[in-house]
C-alpha cells in the first residue's frame, strides 16, 4: 500500500521505520530538510519519569506569574487570537488532579513502550547516536522543590519506575568534575539519552535503504478527495497519489488537518538550545533544573543547555532573554561549569506541538477514512516516538494496538 507520511520528524521517521517493516511504499513530506526541526535540537531524552501531562495543577498560577516575562520559563506573547484562546480555555479546563491522575497512565504507558524499542531501533540501525543508560537527575535548589520530587519520585514507583533519592552530598559524588549548588535530586533510573540529530541522522539513512522515498524542502498545498478519502497530495513540487495518509508535521498539523476540514487544538510551544563543544570540564548526568525549568545533555566532552515554553505563534524569532534564563539557570546550578553565554547565531530554536491536556494526538481521523493523525507530543517527541510509530503502523495495519489509545484520540476537544 502506497503511504505518505506529511512530517519528517521523530514521528514520521518512527512511522516510517515500523510501516516500512510491513512491506509499504513509503514517501515522506517535509517541508525542510530534517534538520530544522524541534526533533533535531532538543535534549534527546528519552524519559519514562515525564508522566505527569504538562497541563497540571499549578501550572496555570505559575504561568500567569511569569507569562509577561520574556526571559522566564513560560512565556505567551501577547495577542487577541482565537485559537490560542480556545487552546488556554481547554488547556484550563485539564489542569487538575482528576485529569491528571486520569491521564498519567496512559502517559506512562506509551513511554515505557517506547523506552523498550528504542532499544531495538538502536539494535537494528546501528547504536550510532551515542544512547547512554545511566538515567536522568531532577535537580532542586530549594527544599520545598526536592519535597514535591520526592512525592512524585512516590508516585514513579507505583508504576514500576526505578528512583534514587538524593541529598546534596550524594548528587555531588555524581558530578565530581563540576561545583554543584543544589539542596538535592531525584534520580530516575530508566531514563537514557542520546543525541538526537545524529539518531535523525541515522534512521533516516537506515530508511533510504529500506527503499523509503524522501521529498524533502516540500510544501503541501492541499489536497484531492473522493469518495471520503485523501486521493492525492498537493505540493509545491507536484501532486503525490497515495493510498493512506499519516499526518506528524509538528506544529503545522493545525493547519494542514484545516485543509481536510479537521479542527485540532494545538500551540507551538518554542524552545532554546545552545550547544558547546569540548569543555574542559563537564558533567556526567543530563539533568532536569527543576526549579530554573531547563535542562542540560553532557555528550562526552559536550553540552547542550536548552529549555523554556513560549507560546508566539509559528515563528522562528529568537528571544535572547529567553536564553539568557536558560544560561543563567545552568550557571546557577553549576557554578563550576566554565561557559560563556552564547553568540545569537548560535542559539537554536524549535516548534514543540503542544495540546491542551498533554497527552498526544494518535488515530484515525473521524471522518476521512484514510487519515491517521500522529502528533501533539510536545517536549516528549523523541521520548514517544517508537512508541507512536509502532501504535501508527499497528493501526494502519487494522491490528490490536499495543497499548489503549483511547486517550489520544485526535478529535477529544
Not at 150 to 168: I, P, S
Request: glycine share 10%.
Amino acid at each position: 500500500m502506497k503511504v505518505t507520511i506529511i512530517g519528517g520528524g521523530v514521528i514520521g521517521l518512527c512511522s516510517a521505520y515500523y510501516l516500512q517493516q510491513e512491506g509499504h511504499e513509503i514517501t515522506v513530506i517535509d517541508r525542510g530538510d530534517i534538520t530544522d526541526g524541534c526533533s533535531f535540537g532538543n535534549m534527546g531524552y528519552i524519559s519514562p519519569s515525564h508522566f505527569i501531562p504538562l497541563a497540571s495543577p499549578g501550572i496555570i498560577s505559575e504561568g500567569f506569574k511569569h507569562m509577561l516575562s520574556s526571559s522566564s520559563p513560560f512565556y505567551i506573547k501577547p495577542r487577541l487570537n482565537w485559537q490560542l484562546m480556545q487552546w488556554g480555555y481547554h488547556f484550563w479546563k485539564n489542569s487538575n488532579t482528576a485529569t491528571v491522575k486520569k491521564n498519567a497512565p496512559h502517559l506512562n504507558d506509551l513511554l515505557q513502550l517506547s523506552r523498550h524499542l528504542i532499544n531495538n531501533m538502536r539494535n537494528e540501525i546501528g547504536d550510532v547516536f551515542e544512547m547512554e543508560e545511566k538515567g536522568c537527575l531532577m535537580m532542586c535548589k530549594q527544599q520545598k522543590t526536592l519535597d514535591h520530587e520526592f512525592h512524585l519520585a512516590d508516585e514513579a514507583e507505583k508504576f514500576g519506575l526505578t528512583v534514587e533519592r538524593l541529598q546534596k552530598d550524594a548528587v555531588q559524588q555524581l558530578e565530581p568534575d563540576v561545583e554543584l549548588n543544589v539542596a538535592g535530586a531525584v534520580l530516575f533510573k530508566d531514563d537514557c539519552h542520546f543525541n538526537p540529530g545524529k539518531m535523525m541522522v541515522a534512521l533516516k539513512k537506515y530508511l533510504e535503504t529500506k527503499n523509503v522515498r524522501f521529498q524533502l524542502n516540500t510544501t503541501v498545498t492541499g489536497f484531492e478527495k473522493a469518495n471520503n478519502k485523501i486521493s492525492a497530495v498537493i505540493t509545491d513540487k507536484g501532486k503525490f497519489n497515495t493510498g493512506e495518509i499519516v499526518l506528524s508535521p509538528g506544529s503545522w498539523l493545525p493547519a494542514l488537518a484545516k485543509m481536510m476540514g479537521i479542527s485540532l487544538l494545538l500551540q507551538p510551544g518554542k524552545g532554546y538550545s545552545h550547544t558547546y563543544a569540548q569543555l574542559e570540564k563537564n558533567i556526567r548526568y543530563p539533568a532536569i533544573l527543576v526549579d530554573g525549568r531547563c535542562a542540560v545533555t553532557p555528550w562526552g566532552q559536550s553540552l547542550r543547555i536548552g529549555g523554556t515554553m513560549e507560546l508566539s505563534g509559528i515563528n522562528q524569532n529568537i528571544l535572547i532573554s529567553r536564553m539568557k534564563g536558560i544560561y543563567d539557570s545552568a550557571t546557577d546550578f553549576y557554578p563550576g561549569l566554565k561557559i560563556d553565554f552564547p553568540p545569537a547565531g548560535k542559539i537554536w530554536s524549535g516548534l514543540r506541538p503542544v495540546t491542551p491536556d498533554g497527552l498526544p494526538y494518535i488515530g484515525k481521523a473521524a471522518n476521512i477514512d484514510n487519515v491517521l493523525i500522529a502528533g501533539g507530543h510536545a517536549m516528549l517527541g523523541i521520548s514517544m516516538g517508537t512508541g507512536t510509530g509502532k501504535l501508527v503502523s499497528e493501526i494502519i495495519q487494522r491490528k490490536t494496538t499495543t497499548i489503549n489509545i483511547s486517550a489520544f484520540d485526535p478529535e477529544r476537544f
